[in-house]
């Protein structure tokens, strides 16, 4: 979002109708970016028609060395699109007077930063400044999950994708660590208060429970976690909305303390699928905010409906959720810029 209400005007508060404009402004801002206006499928085919072929390739060859880096890349663009829109802020690097949402304390555990820059590397080799950074977290995305998924294992075939992306997203300017902890959901978070937050970008609680089934790759630090094992909510026990078998296999895993990691779904991280719904309807969830799922009628019925429907109906929701999250409070047309290193703005 273009908009900054820490630096708005100031006159404005004295003003009612300079400050009723301003208001009307702010929100036909928010509503015309929040709904993709100005994305399109294959944005680039003029401009740079190789571009997905590039991304794809990139995500391809690391995938097919460490196929662990498909989930930090899915994340990169869920944590892109939560703060200030799928524009790219979630690469920017801190600078001496801002600290960026990548360093947010406790930061937020991303990887895969380094895929985006090849890509990006490649990209500005073939086309010069003209693919975004958001673009190609929105399209390094799709290429990784499916991958996970088993979709063209090896060889790079942009047809071979669980869903296709719209591009046209531009870089923005700002990225705040403060912001990073104010629009990421928290994995402790109850239903109500993730409803609330997808809501607050126009995702549904349908979409809530269907996005969630991007945890079916991945791990998780054990200190994302940890707190359902012990002194839940200030009594001395566990979370009573996990299984405490599974939650003493837990504690065994994370022993050690500190830098340990767990596969969100055991034997199963690097594979897109639907042994996520599986675990959850067995209150065996990584997280408080997956337990959560089972505390709403909406998305209980979509967790219960997984372990009954074929796998290909998931991967159509799941494609049709993120191309609605890769449109949240996009940049298009001329707002913003196309940035020619995605840790830093240009100039
Ligand atoms: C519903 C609210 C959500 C919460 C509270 C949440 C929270 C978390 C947390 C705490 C981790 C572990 C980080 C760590 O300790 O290393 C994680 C990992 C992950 N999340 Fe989420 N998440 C949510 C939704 C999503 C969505 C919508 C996506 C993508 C569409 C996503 C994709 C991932 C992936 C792929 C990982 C594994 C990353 C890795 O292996 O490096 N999450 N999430
Ligand atoms: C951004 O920060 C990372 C981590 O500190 C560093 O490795 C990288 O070189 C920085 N990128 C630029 C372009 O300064
Ligand atoms: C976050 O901190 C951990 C541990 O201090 C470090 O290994 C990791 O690289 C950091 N991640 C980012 C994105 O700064
Ligand atoms: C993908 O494209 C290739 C080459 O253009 C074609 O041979 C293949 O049938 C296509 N696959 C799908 C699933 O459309
Ligand atoms: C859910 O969490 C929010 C925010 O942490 C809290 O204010 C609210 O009371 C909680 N609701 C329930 C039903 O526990
Ligand atoms: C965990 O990390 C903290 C601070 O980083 C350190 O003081 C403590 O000794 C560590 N504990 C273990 C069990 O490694």
């Not at 009723?20 to 499928?41: E, T």
């Not at 028609?49 to 390739?57: F, H, M, S």
């Not at 920017?92 to 801002?98: A, E, G, I, P």
């Not at 239903?191 to 945890?215: E, M, P």
């Given at each position: 979002?273009?908009?900054?209400?820490?630096?708005?005007?100031?006159?404005?508060?004295?003003?009612?109708?300079a400050g009723?404009?301003?208001?009307?402004?702010?929100?036909?801002?928010?509503?015309?970016?929040?709904?993709?206006?100005?994305?399109?499928?294959g944005?680039?085919?003029?401009?740079?028609?190789?571009?997905?072929?590039?991304?794809?390739?990139?995500?391809?060859?690391?995938?097919?060395?460490?196929?662990?880096?498909?989930?930090?890349?899915l994340?990169?663009?869920?944590?892109?699109?939560?703060?200030?829109?799928?524009?790219?802020?979630?690469?920017?690097?801190?600078?001496?007077?801002?600290?960026?949402?990548?360093?947010?304390?406790?930061?937020?555990?991303?990887?895969?930063?380094?895929?985006?820059?090849?890509?990006?590397?490649?990209?500005?080799?073939?086309c010069?400044?003209?693919?975004?950074?958001?673009?190609?977290?929105?399209?390094?995305?799709?290429?990784?999950?499916?991958?996970?998924?088993?979709?063209?294992?090896?060889?790079?075939?942009?047809?071979?994708?669980?869903?296709?992306?719209?591009?046209?997203r531009?870089?923005?300017?700002?990225?705040?660590?403060?912001?990073?902890?104010?629009?990421?959901?928290?994995?402790?978070?109850?239903?109500?208060?993730?409803?609330?937050?997808?809501?607050?970008?126009?995702?549904?609680?349908?979409?809530?429970?269907?996005?969630?089934?991007?945890?079916?790759?991945?791990?998780?630090?054990?200190f994302?976690?940890?707190?359902?094992?012990?002194?839940?909510?200030?009594?001395?026990?566990?979370?009573?909305?996990?299984?405490?078998?599974?939650?003493?296999?837990?504690?065994s895993?994370?022993?050690?303390?500190?830098?340990?990691?767990?596969?969100?779904?055991?034997?199963s991280?690097?594979?897109?699928?639907?042994?996520?719904?599986?675990?959850?309807?067995k209150?065996?969830?990584l997280?408080?905010?997956?337990a959560?799922?089972?505390?709403?009628?909406?998305?209980?019925?979509?967790v219960?409906?997984?372990?009954?429907?074929?796998?290909?109906?998931?991967?159509?929701?799941?494609?049709?959720?993120?191309?609605?999250?890769?449109?949240?409070?996009?940049?298009?047309?001329?707002?913003?810029?196309?940035?020619?290193?995605?840790?830093?703005?240009?100039?």
């Open positions: 979002m273009t908009v900054d209400t820490a630096s708005a005007p100031p006159k404005m508060a004295g003003n009612p109708i009723f404009l301003f208001q009307v402004a702010m929100l036909s801002s928010l509503l015309c970016s929040s709904n993709g206006h100005g994305l399109k499928m944005f680039y085919k003029q401009s740079c028609p190789q571009a997905e072929t590039i991304v794809r390739t990139t995500v391809d060859s690391f995938f097919s060395h460490d196929p662990t880096v498909s989930a930090p890349l994340r990169l663009h869920f944590h892109d699109c939560f703060v200030r829109g799928c524009d790219g802020s979630v690469l920017l690097n801190s600078t001496r007077k801002n600290l960026a949402e990548k360093d947010a304390k406790p930061n937020l555990t991303l990887d895969g930063f380094y895929v985006i820059d090849a890509a990006k590397a490649a990209l500005e080799e073939s010069p400044a003209t693919v975004s950074c958001a673009d190609i977290l929105a399209l390094a995305a799709r290429d990784a999950v499916s991958l996970a998924a088993g979709l063209g294992k090896g060889i790079a075939m942009t047809n071979q994708s669980l869903y296709q992306v719209e591009t046209g531009r870089d923005g300017f700002v990225s705040r660590a403060s912001e990073a902890e104010a629009h990421l959901p928290s994995s402790y978070a109850n239903i109500s208060a993730l409803k609330a937050n997808f809501g607050s970008k126009r995702l549904t609680a349908r979409d809530l429970a269907v996005l969630s089934g991007a945890h079916a790759i991945g791990n998780s630090h054990c994302s976690f940890d707190k359902r094992l012990k002194r839940y909510h200030g009594k001395g026990g566990i979370d009573p909305t996990l299984d405490p078998h599974y939650a003493i296999k837990l504690i895993k994370c022993r050690p303390g500190n830098g340990t990691t767990t596969e969100m779904v055991p034997g991280s690097t594979t897109f699928d639907t042994k996520y719904y599986e675990l959850v309807a209150r065996r969830g997280f408080h905010s997956d959560a799922l089972l505390h709403d009628k909406v998305t209980r019925d979509y219960f409906s997984r372990l009954k429907s074929p796998e290909s109906s998931f991967f159509a929701d799941f494609g049709s959720a993120m191309v609605k999250m890769g449109k949240v409070g996009v940049l298009t047309g001329k707002a913003g810029e196309i940035r020619k290193n995605c840790a830093l703005v240009n100039r």
